[in-house]
């Protein structure tokens, strides 16, 4: 099954890991890219092997999505949720007030 298609992807791959660890993360997204296409390239010329192609296409997307996650961008600026108070407070001391008043 690996057609020279995955075997390059599988290079392009490892080859944007090497520039996320140098930092480089433009051009480790543009290699995840190329990878990723050369294994939907490779599964549309060879429609037999579209569940083969699948799994390494989905084993490719997990590595990248770790990495994604852990430096490259897709959770940045995800902050903590932080509780104040509930608005229900305010709403009731609102409805209290026009009742007393």
């Given at each position: 099954m690996p057609s020279d298609l995955v075997r390059r992807a599988g290079q392009r791959l490892q080859r944007g890991?090497?520039?996320y660890q140098?930092?480089?993360l433009a051009n480790a997204r543009s290699e995840f890219d190329a990878a990723i296409d050369m294994v939907l390239e490779a599964s549309s010329q060879n429609p037999e092997g579209r569940q083969e192609y699948g799994k390494v296409l989905d084993e490719?997307?997990?590595?990248i999505h770790r990495l994604d996650l852990a430096g490259m961008g897709a959770s940045a600026g995800v902050e903590e949720g932080k509780f104040e108070k509930a608005p229900l407070e305010d709403i009731l001391e609102m409805t209290f007030r026009w009742i007393l008043s």
């Open positions: 890991k090497r520039y140098a930092d480089d490719m997307v997990d590595t």
